[in-house]
């Protein structure tokens, strides 16, 4: 039911544009962090909490979660069940985010109950409302209607006619994507009369939309069109360029059905020229499409050339954008990281001032007390020496941490730099691959043979794989090196592990004619995060097979050697050279090798690898010959029985 993960709304809207959102969101983070020092209540600092997981919501995933988990353990600290059940109302919205419905519903029904308790029925409508949303996005419709009645009935009881309306709205989609138009439309009707009592232009205009829609997929052609109008002149009043648009395309798939050819060109290039001037390009795209193919078949070939060159220009953009909002992501989270060091470094430098202004103030004494009485100023000096070392003594520590802090941050800059100069080249080589081939289908997919173009799709595929690992990498990376990662330290049976990893890339293998051996001689149990490992030995092996020759082997074995699990991956491929195998699990340089069939590798997944085993008290290196194979050894503690 894909129509609901776009559909599906409160009434919370954004107008501004995502630079003007993305600004504002840093400027709210940098004006919190500066503000939660200060704070002097319990209650305040957990707000502040929240807020910071809210806005870091949408485009620093990690870092939201961290601050709602924040300001759950303090709520949970301090016995404030409100704010206990916002946050993990919150964090069962951002799992629901990350696509984890399981863990998002267990996280929203401890709200649910929380609030239940407290006796808060505006929060526990809003609750059944997130819980409806993650049975809909689950393809579970029937729940979801259960829960969206459930907030319904609750708006309904409190007078919140505003809320009753949006349920009213949602329940009608459900109708809708459950192809019970008939339903879906009663439940809209009654939505829309709410909206117009209370003068609600922008639920109006939607309300509108959703009934042309119904009336569309009905063939009421000139039903649909009356609604279309209509939610356009509300779009026309409120300057809302973008529903406008959309509307328009709508209204000339409406007229090619009637076979009024001509007014649907006319309305998709409206659409087009409306959505340009706020350069909506998602509606900019879709109606230049609907042009070109327009055209294409009215044989004015020409103009179909013309704005399929403006379609795939669109395609282009967009694309470039997602790679330049995902590179910005990042950027943005090491300044934040930044601005944090920075402050705490203010705090710090703030702490030393006060200490020298306290000892200024006693020696001031001191001197007074010696002019009193002799006695008195002999018992005064040991004192003030006694306390002027000690402060000596704090002062120079602190500036020791101060100078430290101050190289680490250096050093953090540096591995930064590299960090985006990987990330650049790495991102732009798979992108320009699919690019390339995609070309190669739509534009001359009339040339190629079956056996290309089976040939170019699986090389999409592989562009496509290699991409998702490695942006994998990069976020397991960033998230490990951010230490904001929650560890889950346990038993851990490291034979089934390999063994699950080894059915993993067995398909990949064996397209390689590489072969995977694992001698089992008996069960192997270290105590470490799963996680973690899995990660490292996935790695591992995708290396190991990257850099095989056909027909070799790779052994993957593990040991108990003392009070430590020693895990080898040993393959029979190109080997690596002295030099590059100092820099392998480092920032220092370029230490990426193409694979035996011409792979590409990055150096991110092995940087990776050496800061989960430091984190998982372990440790990984490397023994290779060039031309001789490459074997990898990884260790992590022993699991002792209690």
């Known amino acids: 039911m894909p129509r609901l993960l776009v559909h599906i709304l409160l009434w919370c809207l954004v107008s501004a544009t995502p630079v003007v959102l993305h600004a504002q969101k840093v ?10 020092p200060t704070v002097k209540s319990d209650t305040a600092e957990i707000r502040i909490l929240l807020e910071l997981a809210m806005a870091y919501e949408g485009f620093q995933m990690d870092s939201a979660m961290t601050y709602a988990v924040k300001s759950l353990n303090k709520s949970e600290a301090v016995k404030n069940k409100k704010g206990q059940a916002d946050a993990t109302l919150h964090i069962g919205r951002l799992k629901r985010d990350q696509d984890n419905a399981v863990e998002a519903l267990q996280h929203m029904f401890d709200a649910l109950a929380l609030y239940r308790e407290i006796r808060d ?16 996005n ?16 609750i708006f309904q009881q409190m007078g919140d006619e505003k809320g009753e309306s949006y349920a009213l709205n949602n329940i009608g989609i459900i109708y809708q994507d459950l192809n019970d138009d008939a339903t879906a439309k009663i439940y809209y009707l009654k939505s829309l009369k709410i909206k117009i009592k209370n003068n609600d232009l922008y639920g109006i205009s939607r309300g509108y939309s959703n009934l042309g829609s119904i009336a569309q997929t009905e063939k009421q052609w000139n039903e649909a069109m009356t609604y279309y109008k209509k939610a356009d002149s509300i779009f026309l009043l409120t300057n809302d ?6 509307t328009y395309l709508a209204m000339a798939r409406v007229r090619q059905n009637q076979g009024q050819l001509g007014e649907a060109r006319k309305l998709a290039v409206q659409g087009f020229e409306i959505a340009k001037t706020v350069n909506e390009l998602s509606t900019m795209l879709r109606c230049s499409k609907f042009i070109a193919e327009f055209d294409e078949k009215a044989k004015d070939y020409k103009s179909s050339l013309a704005y399929q060159k403006i379609y795939n220009d669109l395609a282009d953009s967009i694309d470039n954008q997602n790679h330049e909002a995902a590179v910005e992501e990042l950027k943005t989270k090491f300044n934040v990281e930044e601005k944090e060091r920075e402050i705490t470094l203010l705090k710090k430098d703030k702490e030393l001032h006060e200490a020298n202004a306290r000892n200024s103030t006693l020696v001031s004494y001191v001197l007074t007390g010696g002019i009193l009485v002799l006695l008195i100023l002999l018992s005064v000096i040991f004192y003030a020496y006694r306390t002027t070392r000690t402060a000596r003594d704090r002062l120079a520590n602190k500036n020791a941490e101060i100078e430290q802090q101050k190289n680490d941050l250096d050093r953090l800059n540096k591995e930064k730099d590299r960090f985006f100069s990987i990330l650049s080249h790495d991102l732009r080589s798979p992108l320009g691959a699919l690019k390339g081939l995609s070309y190669l289908l739509v534009h001359h997919a009339d040339i190629l043979t079956k056996e290309e173009t089976k040939d170019i799709k699986e090389k999409i595929d592989v562009s496509l794989d290699n991409l998702t690992a490695l942006i994998n990498n990069i976020l397991d990376w960033s998230v490990t090196t951010s230490k904001k990662r929650q560890w889950t330290f346990d038993k851990l049976d490291v034979t089934a592990l390999i063994e699950k990893n080894i059915g993993l890339y067995q398909a990949i293998a064996e397209n390689k004619s590489v072969r995977l051996i694992h001698p089992i001689d008996n069960q192997v149990v270290g105590y470490a995060d799963y996680q973690a490992i899995d990660t490292v030995l996935r790695n591992l092996l995708s290396n190991s097979i990257k850099f095989s020759h056909p027909d070799s082997d790779v052994t993957i074995t593990a040991s108990i050697d003392g009070n430590q699990v020693l895990i080898s991956v040993h393959d029979q491929g190109i080997g690596i050279p002295e030099d590059l195998q100092e820099k392998l699990f480092t920032m220092s340089g370029d230490v990426t090798q193409a694979g035996t069939n011409n792979e590409k590798g990055t150096g991110i997944g092995l940087l990776l690898c050496k800061e989960l085993m430091r984190e998982n008290n372990g440790d990984i290196s490397v023994k290779s010959k060039p031309g001789k194979g490459s074997e990898f050894f990884v260790s992590l503690p022993i699991y002792e029985h209690v």
Do not use: C
């Open 138 to 153: 689950s393809n579970d419709p029937q729940q979801s209607l259960t829960y969206f009645k459930q907030a319904l009935e």
């Open 27 to 36: 400027d709210k983070i940098n004006r919190l962090m500066l503000e939660l």
């Open 241 to 246: 360029m973008q529903g406008r648009g959309q």
């Open 121 to 136: 029925s505006v929060q526990i409508a809003h609750s059944l409302n997130d819980i409806s949303i993650v049975y809909a």
